[in-house]
């Protein structure tokens, strides 16, 4: 067994990493690696409807997708992740137990009551602590899970609650858990852990090559830097939102497949001097973010639609 440890804390090229080593050979691998500040949402969920997007704007948290499915985790430098690649026998997708056993050996064996509940979630003492998703690539399996450490649990909370009055999706939701750190249980630092689960291993210390490095930062340019998949793979959501401005009421329901604004209606007591199917017609096939919608709307005095209103207030009421 290959035995990788990551020295980046970019998701983008982390992610990448553990794509590009699914696909390299089919030699067993365990890689262990950290993230910056990141969301890392499942294969088949909607960005716009797991993350509060503005807060997560303002934390500089980074926004990426994975290959696999399952829920959206928050990592800092105080959660570890960890991942095996190995060749599926064809009894491996879904089984958690044989994959996070290892990790449960360690823990346990620093006195930490760590058990696996449920199907894919690591508990102590009845509290979550990591999540685990699998992702199946012609006869390979790549399972890969989160340890909490230190992650601040405040953060966490804020970044991943969204108002669910605001946006519904067609996507998979995010099952939100009793969190807790391991560093609550045991005094063992990230590094210490990481020996211990390298050594439970028994393998042979691999580095990165240049032309490794060189595959990553393709693939990293190519798909997990790009909106395109970390927004635009989105399933379809929709969204809602009223709020009263100086010129009346303004309500909003759009529809959005691949991360674009599919249909738009604005309706309300406001007061305009043009027909506001101008705006709409024009919103149509724009990217549901801030920019690209105050870059549409520049395009019209927009006075004119939504009397007393500014270009960035009626921005701020359409971005998810």
Known sequence: MKLIKLKSISPYFNLAAEEYFLKKDSEDKLMLWQNDNTIVIGRNQSTFTE????RAEELNVNIVRRMSGGGAVYHDMGNLNYTYITKNDGDDFLNFAKFTQPVIDVLQSLGVNATLSG????????????????YV??????????????????????VLNVNELKIQSKGIASVKSRVTNIGEHSDVTIDEFCDLLFKSANGTFYELSH?????IEKLKKEKYDTWEWN?????????????????????????????????????????????????????????HNYEDILSALKNFPI??????????????????
């Open 303 to 320: 006075g004119d639609y939504f009397a007393g209103s500014s270009y960035e207030e009626i921005a701020d009421l359409i971005k998810p």
């Open 211 to 215: 032309e490794d490095i060189l595959e």
């Open 51 to 54: 993350i509060n997007l503005e």
């Open 231 to 287: 927004f635009g793979y989105s399933p379809k959501h929709s969204f809602t939102l009223e709020k009263l401005f100086p010129c009346g009421i303004i309500s909003v329901s759009l529809d959005a497949a691949e991360g674009k604004i599919s249909d738009i209606k604005f309706s309300g007591d406001f007061f305009g001097k043009r027909e506001i199917s101008e705006i709409e017609n024009a919103l149509i096939g724009i990217r």
């Open 137 to 158: 690539h012609k006869d390979m399996l790549l399972h890969h899970g989160t340890l909490m450490f230190s992650t601040s649990v405040n953060i966490l909370s804020e």
């Open 119 to 134: 199907r894919n979630d690591l508990l102590i003492d009845g509290l979550k602590f990591s999540g685990n998703a699998q």
